[in-house]
């Protein structure tokens, strides 16, 4: 099965940025999707975004647009995000997940990093 790990999480103040990393083990990495979660404590997890496989096409939710930005590098199984102009807000869990595709069910997932945004 594929194996997803994050990193790069932290503490950051407002207005700061992070690089949020996902790396991929197992199956055939540039055949899989792959989306950016997040869960604050209390609240349902929201989708941030998706890139898809061959073609690297990007998916944000309306709200994350303009802020975070993903990408992959499909030679070093790894996919980012980049995040900008921080807010408190954006304290939460962050997860990464896979599936074949972005229009359907992630079937894998990361256990998550932790992004703390406070002066």
């Known amino acids: 099965q594929v194996q997803l790990v994050e990193s790069g999480g932290g503490l950051v103040q407002p207005g700061g940025s992070l690089r949020l990393s996902c790396a991929a083990s197992?199956?055939?990495?540039?055949?899989?999707?792959v989306g950016w979660f997040r869960q604050a404590p209390g609240k349902e997890r929201e989708e941030i975004s998706c890139i898809s496989s061959s073609e690297a096409t990007t998916y944000y939710t309306d709200s994350m647009k303009g802020r975070f930005t993903i990408s992959r590098d499909n030679a070093k199984n790894m996919v980012y995000l980049q995040m900008n102009a921080l807010k408190p807000d954006d304290t939460a869990v962050y997860y990464c997940a896979s599936s074949w595709s972005c229009q359907v069910p992630f079937d894998y997932w990361g256990q998550g990093t932790q992004v703390t945004v406070s002066s």
């Open positions: 197992g199956g055939t990495f540039g055949h899989y999707a």
